[in-house]
């Protein structure tokens, strides 16, 4: 899947932009999302980051080991803000819980189906459970059941909604907010964050 790397000011922003391949991200393109999510961080210039995504599904899943990808999004010391649209599935699910910040479209669905195709995805659970809780995790695993944005915001995956003409901006308005706030007191609070998340 091809990725787009944009950096406006203190704004960098990664597009998923497979439209083709409804945003299924493989084993390559998630190693390159890790590298590209490292060299954010790395990067002084950079202060937040956005994850968003071309087309009508902003993912239709993560194919090969995830885990890299959602240990270090978790870890990371500046904001990850995602904005989704449309239908986003299993490892797409995991990817919003992993983030800092989550806006979604009104209308977004929602779903870890991995247990329809006969699979469990150990990585995608964890991430999922660390930010709804094991219980709702659990059920949405075993059932496969399709969910809401206002399911989504009700249980923590998502924050915050807007009509879908509205989410590019939104996100990015939140995105650009956390990128221009005090570098240090971000970064401290992140840190401590992950510290009692993930000790």
């Known amino acids: 899947m091809t990725l787009r790397i944009e950096q406006d000011n203190r704004l960098r922003r990664i597009t998923l932009a497979g439209?083709?391949?409804?945003n299924l991200i493989d084993a390559v393109s998630a190693a390159r999302l890790v590298e590209e999510l490292r060299d954010a961080v790395a990067h002084?210039?950079?202060g937040a980051i956005l994850i968003d995504a071309d087309g009508p599904v902003f993912?239709?899943?993560i194919e090969g080991d995830a885990a890299e990808l959602f240990s270090f999004s978790r870890r990371m010391s500046k904001p990850l803000v995602v904005a989704?649209?449309?239908?986003?599935?299993?490892g797409g699910v995991a990817l919003l819980a992993s983030a800092h910040v989550v806006v979604a479209a009104q209308g977004t669905s929602f779903g870890l189906i991995d247990i329809r195709e006969g699979k469990w995805r150990e990585e995608?659970?964890?991430a999922v459970a660390g930010a709804i809780g094991e219980r709702r995790a659990t059920e949405l695993s075993l059932t496969g059941r399709i969910f809401t944005t206002p399911d989504a915001v009700a249980?923590?995956?998502v924050h915050m909604s807007a009509p879908a003409f509205e989410i590019a901006d939104r996100a990015t308005d939140v995105a650009t907010a956390l990128a221009n706030a005090n570098a240090d007191a971000v970064r401290a609070a992140l840190i401590l964050v992950s510290h009692r998340?993930?000790?």
Request: charged share 10%; glycine share 16%; net charge negative.
């Open 197 to 199: 998340s993930h000790p």
């Open 59 to 61: 993912c239709s899943g």
């Open 124 to 126: 995608i659970y964890h």
């Open 44 to 46: 002084e210039g950079t």
């Open 19 to 22: 439209v083709e391949q409804r």
């Open 84 to 90: 989704a649209q449309g239908v986003v599935i299993s």
């Open 155 to 157: 249980w923590g995956l």
